[in-house]
């Protein structure tokens, strides 16, 4: 199979694939993602857990805030440090949010800048900048997705940022990204349904069917050029879709280690139940299924589409080409209809990914996923390897 790599002489090599990256430069990285022209004005977002962290870049002292200290050192450094002279950009500030505590949970408004002046995310930011870059722990895709179209701005948010991911997902040519992610939407788009097959070690079988009605695939591809207001989710590479429907049982590998089975029916999980590990975390997962139940609710089917090493950030990890994932709760990012507005508690209204890959849930394989279209039922996936069908749709 052929990748399309830089031709940059300086790479870093992948043990875990074998691939080379060009070295990061975060100069290409901005160019090949937004296309940016003279005098746009760039900022980057951070999410602190207290701001009094951010007066005079306090964070920066606390070993607990790698992501923001990867953020200041690559992202703000670097333009400073003549990326923001070399395309011609102006701004370059950083300021900080208080952290929301959950992926895609509504941001605050409040914010800081680096002196520790207060100031209005949609009063003094989103109207003023013309590109937000967001690095932060957890993921503000989905609200500031939102706020752009509100407020006209285009951004990426890189959550989880770390030396990895600097090395691999964000080094690439999302040229490239864009092309192969274009290839699988093609391959996979109108699909009426996926079934997934999974086997877990000492337990049973399970499947799970995601319906999807002949729907136009999206794709996450990095690209977010011209002036229509968007957010990247970087690093990219998946192609993606919401669910119509759903019903069958698949695995989940909770935080803490424990293993259940989820039951699916009429898109939504009913109820969870334990395989392996804690009861008090079944327990606790029923009770908030059954208290707010559209935290249940299968808001996306996503498929990596790109070689890229284990990071240990689903981010970068859930793009991998053979991986796949599906995602609960908020989907109006994606073009879905499942908004904060919805839930019970606004601090349930998360999108909260389910990866399912060999180094995140080694107590369970994809025994396959196969899709439905045009009358014909292709194999995807055979235990997180791309199979016959997608490969071949890469190489056109």
């Known amino acids: 199979m052929m990748f399309s790599l830089s031709t940059m002489n300086t790479t870093v090599q992948t043990a875990a694939t074998g691939r ?48 923001q200290q990867k953020a200041h050192e690559v992202f703000y450094l670097g333009l400073k440090n003549g990326v923001a002279e070399e395309l011609a950009l102006s701004g370059g500030e950083m300021f900080a949010y208080v952290e929301t505590g959950g992926s895609n949970l509504d941001l605050p408004d409040r914010c800081v800048d680096m002196v520790g002046n207060e100031l209005s995310l949609e009063k003094d930011i989103y109207p003023n900048y013309d590109l937000i870059l967001c690095i932060s722990t957890f993921s503000a895709t989905a609200p500031l997705t939102a706020f752009a179209k509100q407020y006209g701005f285009r951004g990426a948010t890189l959550h989880g940022l770390n030396d990895v991911i600097l090395n691999s997902g964000l080094a690439v040519d999302y040229n490239d990204v864009s092309r192969d992610a274009e290839k699988l939407r093609l391959a996979m788009t109108k699909a009426e349904w996926v079934e997934i097959d999974f ?7 399970m499947t799970v069917r995601l319906e999807l009605g002949g729907q136009e695939a999206q794709k996450s591809h990095g690209l977010c050029r011209g002036d229509t207001p968007d957010i990247a989710n970087l690093p990219a590479g998946e192609v993606y879709f919401v669910p119509q429907g759903a019903e069958g049982t698949f695995p989940l590998k909770y935080e803490d280690g424990t293993l259940g089975k989820l039951t699916v029916t009429g898109g939504r999980i009913i109820k969870a139940e334990l395989i392996e590990g804690k009861q008090s975390t079944i327990d606790e997962h029923n009770r908030k299924l059954q208290d707010d139940p559209m935290t249940g609710v299968l808001g996306e089917l996503g498929f990596g589409t790109q070689v890229l090493p284990v990071s240990g950030a689903d981010i970068q990890d859930e793009k991998v080409l053979g991986t796949c994932h599906l995602a609960t709760g908020r989907d109006d990012h994606l073009g879905g209809h499942i908004t904060p507005d919805l839930f019970k508690k606004r601090q349930n209204a998360t999108h909260d990914d389910i990866l399912f890959a060999p180094h995140k849930t080694p107590n369970f394989d994809i025994k396959q996923a196969r899709m439905h279209r045009d009358g014909q039922t292709m194999v995807l996936i055979e235990h997180f390897q791309p199979m016959g069908y997608l490969l071949k749709a890469l190489e056109i």
């Open 199 to 205: 086997t877990v070690d000492g337990g049973e079988d």
């Open 20 to 67: 080379k990256f060009p070295k990061f430069d975060l100069g290409r990285l901005l160019t090949s993602v937004f296309e940016p022209t003279y005098g746009r004005k760039v900022c980057i977002l951070i999410d602190l857990p207290d701001l009094a962290e951010a007066k005079d870049y306090a964070f920066l002292k606390n070993p607990q805030r790698a992501v």
